[in-house]
């Protein structure tokens, strides 16, 4: 089983920046692929950025250019650079994992607030 930490959130000002953690309690090479999901108020939970485990990323149209996902294998960490945040980026963020080609961990999330 895969347990997965997440951290960084907090209150930032429009253009800010933050940074997400997500600590896996395994091997991260071992991981098949790993997202940063995000579920704002009032609406669906969304996938934001995937990195794989041959490090292809892929990204939201709504955040490329401004947030950026990577990983720190002797960390076992991974992470989500956001910059020139908005206040529609205001939601709880959530780190998922895929292992064993189908099995699935989540994170207990952490909250972003974009707020002037």
């Known amino acids: 089983q895969v347990h997965l930490v997440e951290s960084g959130g907090g209150l930032v000002q429009p253009g800010g920046s933050l940074r997400l953690s997500c600590v896996v309690s395994?091997?991260?090479?071992?991981?098949?692929?790993m997202d940063w999901y995000r579920q704002g108020p009032g609406k669906e939970r969304e996938l934001v950025a995937t990195?794989?485990?041959?490090?292809?990323?892929n990204y939201a149209d709504s955040v490329k250019g401004r947030f950026t996902i990577s990983r720190d294998n002797a960390k076992n960490t991974m992470y989500l650079q956001m910059n020139s945040l908005k206040l529609e980026d205001t939601a709880v963020y959530y780190c998922?994992?895929?292992?064993?080609?189908?099995?699935?961990?989540w994170g207990q999330g952490t909250q972003v607030t974009i707020s002037s």
């Open positions: 395994r091997m991260i090479e071992s991981m098949n692929s």
């Open positions: 998922h994992a895929i292992y064993w080609n189908t099995a699935q961990a």
């Open positions: 990195i794989t485990s041959t490090g292809f990323t």
